[in-house]
């Protein structure tokens, strides 16, 4: 959660610093610092749920794959 946190504090600079440099308006450029980091830093939540999930089956296909591998070599053998 350190990570996420970090992460929404930065976007959050470099959104309110874009949008103040392009509008020269403060309030807008606090608004488009709130709106869009907030959103932005939810998604990438869910964005790092969903890939280490992925990892995880990758993971544990492989091992499956392995052992399955292995148990027909076994099997070869043993005729």
């Known amino acids: 959660m350190t990570k996420t946190i970090t992460f929404a504090i930065m976007h959050f600079s470099i959104a309110f610093s874009v949008a103040y ?3 020269g308006s403060i309030i807008v450029g ?3 610092a709130v709106v869009e980091p907030a ?3 939810v998604a990438y939540y ?3 749920i969903f ?3 992925l990892q995880q089956s990758d993971a544990e296909a492989a091992i499956t794959k ?3 591998s292995a148990g027909e070599s076994y099997a ?3 005729m």
Do not use: A, C, P
Request: net charge positive.
């Open 51 to 53: 890939w280490n999930k």
């Open 46 to 48: 869910f964005h790092e």
């Open 66 to 68: 392995t052992f399955q």
């Open 30 to 32: 606090g608004l488009v």
């Open 39 to 41: 959103i932005n830093t």
């Open 21 to 23: 440099l392009i509008t």
């Open 76 to 78: 070869l053998r043993s």
